[in-house]
């Protein structure tokens, strides 16, 4: 579950990280008053006003811009509020903004330039331990700088048993080339980050830009945060940050059926049970000349019940034209997912698509003598082979 930046920066903040200060607004007139009160606890005289939707590169899409008034606030804010904001990290059409963050301006003149910073905290999962990866270039792509100056990548892995050690919070300070309150400021942004990564049981953080302002402050400019769902029920408080508004509506309902749904952009709709068939259909259809609309997998249950939220899941998407239903009877029999997906068909009344049906494993021989004898317009198969033909015959 990802957070929007206002809260990922709320949750850093209370485990001692310091942030780039902001309120939350929903529309310009809360802006500016957000605006207000932050010049009241803060002193700022500008403000930056954030698009809070969940995607990165908000500043290439305008989706981030600078207020020197308050008349300036309440004119941008009412821009961003509403706006599809287009990103490199949206699709085309863009996200809806219904919220902007009014944030302290931390980019002042001071003594010496400001500087970003790249810091994100993840699993290595080759090795199973967490690591800091942080690199002098901040504020830009980093995979561009990966692909272009990798060497300005570091890494520092920390041991699970002892945390994150005082030497090593040093060393991300030294090799970020910082001295001084700076480099004091960094140990203990750095020790305060990893915290809240392992206590709150996050997935990923990545602050980009972290930033040294001119007076030598260290804080988090920008928060991306994802929770790792697994372990969400230990953070009840942090679950209930979610905003369903920035999920695919479809994706929501189907994981509130407990059917493990991803919505894609093909024409062939899928009905997997298990995560690696359900990857092996993707390829037999790609094989079959079609495109996947969906990676579907429907569980270990694949009862009437399970079946027919499948299929009505499945056919809210109207890019499906042919259904591929591939499931292997293990632990259930084929003969049941069969008669579940017939039961499913007729509670169903109209299905307008073409379904194609492979079952294979405990009763197969059963299962396909259901299917062929319903009458509904079904077609069975027990081979791959015979399934992508199948579906390479009613794509044509
Ligand atoms: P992203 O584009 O979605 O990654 O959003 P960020 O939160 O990283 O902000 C994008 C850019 O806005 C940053 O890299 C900064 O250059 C700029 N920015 C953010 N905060 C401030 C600020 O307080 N003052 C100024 N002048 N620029 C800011
Ligand atoms: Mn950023």
């Given amino acids: 579950m990802n957070l929007h930046e206002y809260q990922g920066k709320e949750l850093l903040s209370s485990f001692g990280v310091r942030i780039q200060r902001g309120i939350v607004a929903q529309n310009a007139d809360e802006a500016v008053e957000a605006a207000k009160k932050l010049t009241e606890d803060t002193g700022t005289g500008w403000h930056v006003i954030k698009a809070q939707v969940h995607a990165g590169g908000r500043g290439k899409g305008g989706g981030v811009k600078l207020a020197k008034s308050l008349d300036d606030v309440k004119t941008i804010a009412g821009q961003i509020i509403g706006m599809d904001l287009v990103t490199p990290q949206t699709s085309a059409e863009g996200k809806r903004v219904h919220q902007v963050l009014v944030a302290e301006d931390v980019y002042y003149p001071g003594d010496s330039e400001p500087e970003e910073y790249y810091m994100s905290v993840l699993l290595n999962r080759a090795n199973g331990r967490n690591m800091i990866m942080y690199s002098t270039e901040g504020g830009m792509d980093i995979e561009t700088v990966a692909e272009e100056t990798p060497h300005l990548i570091f890494t520092e892995e920390i041991d699970p048993a002892t945390g994150i050690l005082p030497f090593q919070a ?100 899928c009905m997997v049970n298990g995560a690696g068939l359900a990857m092996a259909t993707m390829d037999l259809i790609k094989q079959a000349g079609g495109e996947p609309a969906n990676f579907l997998d429907v569980g270990g249950t694949a009862d009437a019940a399970r079946v027919e939220a499948a299929f009505k899941i499945i056919l809210k998407d109207p890019a499906v034209k042919a259904i591929l239903i591939n499931i292997f009877g293990g632990i259930v029999r084929c003969d049941r997912v069969a008669q579940g997906v017939i039961d499913a068909y007729k509670n169903m009344g109209t299905i307008n698509v073409p379904i194609i049906v492979r079952l294979q494993g405990t009763n197969a021989d059963i299962a396909k003598k259901l299917i062929d004898n319903s009458g509904l317009d079904v077609l069975s198969a027990t081979e791959f082979q015979e399934a992508a033909d199948k579906v390479q015959a009613v794509l044509s």
């Fill in 170 to 269: 040093r060393k991300v300070a030294f090799n970020l080339g910082l001295s001084g309150a700076a480099f004091k400021g960094m140990t203990k942004f750095v020790t305060s980050l990893y915290t809240a990564y392992v206590k709150s049981d996050s997935s990923l953080f990545e602050i980009n830009p972290v930033l040294k302002t001119s007076d030598d402050k260290i804080m988090a400019v920008d928060a991306k945060v994802s929770l790792d769902d697994n372990a969400l029920f230990r953070h009840k408080d942090l679950a209930e940050l979610r905003d369903l508004r920035e999920e695919n509506p479809i994706e929501v309902e189907a994981g509130e059926m407990g059917l493990n749904y991803v919505d894609l952009d093909g024409n062939v709709g």
